[in-house]
């Protein structure tokens, strides 16, 4: 995120509200006091809009910085998610081949496995999503029912989707 551009606007607002809290303030004091209260309640109101500004700036920063950080960790996840999903599923097509068990040569389908456990140890992946994945390499390492294995694939298929619906 930009920060000197939110900044900029940050300020350029402030400054008019302050400036249109002095007008106000000083309006009200020319009518109530005449000139001298004008020009002492337009400097006392605008010195404290801007004051109050200055304040609450610290916390819509911090608001700021939180925000994009929530933002950064829930894309991570998601991004890892998606991985995981497109990993296991190209180990599972390693691992049932359609065309015949010598289509795909064993070290092909080794290599796919670890890929595929590797992304789904990763420490950013949601635990929904882990827990998905796990399954559906169990079920794959198991290598007996084709039927478990895409189940348990269109499960973390679904945890994925899930995750992407409800973030």
């Given at each position: ?9 940050y300020?350029v607002?402030?400054?008019?509200l302050?400036l249109?809290?002095a ?13 001298v209260?004008a020009?002492?309640?337009a ?19 911090a ?13 991570y996840?998601?991004g ?5 999903l497109l990993?296991?599923?190209?180990y599972?097509?390693?691992a049932?081949?359609?065309?015949g ?7 092909e389908?080794?290599a ?10 990763d ?14 390499l169990?079920a ?12 348990a694939?269109q ?11 409800h973030?």
């Amino acid at each position: 995120m930009d920060t000197k551009a939110v900044t900029r606007v940050y300020v350029v607002i402030t400054a008019l509200l302050s400036l249109a809290a002095a007008v106000v303030a000083a309006c009200g004091g020319y009518v109530l006091g005449g000139t001298v209260a004008a020009v002492v309640s337009a400097l006392v109101t605008g010195v404290a809009a801007w004051g109050g500004a200055v304040v609450i700036r610290r916390r819509v920063f911090a608001d700021l910085r939180q925000a994009e950080s929530d933002a950064a960790v829930h894309g991570y996840g998601e991004g890892l998610s998606q991985a995981v999903l497109l990993g296991i599923a190209s180990y599972e097509a390693a691992a049932f081949p359609l065309t015949g068990p010598a289509s795909v040569s064993a070290g092909e389908r080794d290599a796919r496995r670890t890929l595929a456990y590797r992304i789904a140890a990763d420490e950013g992946l949601p635990h929904t999503v882990r827990t998905a994945a796990a399954a559906a390499l169990e079920a794959i390492d198991d290598g007996r029912d084709r039927g478990r294995a895409q189940e348990a694939v269109q499960g973390l298929h679904l945890a994925v989707y899930e995750l992407r619906r409800h973030p």
